[in-house]
């Protein structure tokens, strides 16, 4: 069974994942900070925990990497929380998130209708809720 790094590399081109920022994790059971890229994997990365993307305990932390839904399940059930004030961060985590949900749901990153058709129906979405947003609709 592959691991998440490889499962991810594996699935997607890595044109798009090239999009995917290096994620820095607090980990409040062991108080260490680590950062996980698609390139390097998880590694021990000492940093001041406010300067992270996200704090979570290890066993949430481990259930991401396990399964690919446990992204979306994490952020539902609230085990994690984002420093204050550094949303822009916590995006990186999101976006990480975003594609092993997608991965879960069998839409891979790459030159593939399923993906494209994706891609096409986020952005209309999101110039649509602008335009009502910006126009007051």
Not at 2 to 30: A, C, M, W
Not at 34 to 62: K, M, Q, T, Y
Request: aromatic share 14%; with cysteine.
């Amino acid at each position: 069974m592959l691991g998440f790094k490889e499962q991810i590399r594996k699935n997607n081109h890595s044109l798009f994942l090239s999009i995917v920022r290096p994620v820095t994790f607090y980990l409040s059971d062991y108080q260490k900070t680590f950062r996980f890229s698609l390139a390097d994997g998880l590694i021990e990365s000492p940093c001041d925990p406010l300067d992270c993307d996200v704090e979570l305990s290890s066993e949430a932390l481990h259930y991401c990497f396990t399964h690919l839904w446990g992204w979306s399940t994490l952020r539902i059930n609230s085990r994690l929380q984002a420093p204050k004030g550094r949303n822009a961060r916590f995006k990186r985590f999101v976006m990480l998130g975003h594609v092993a949900q997608l991965n879960n749901f069998g839409i891979y990153m790459g030159w593939n209708r399923a993906f494209l058709r994706f891609g096409v129906n986020y952005l209309r979405e999101k110039i649509r809720d602008r335009y009502i947003t910006s126009n007051n609709i």
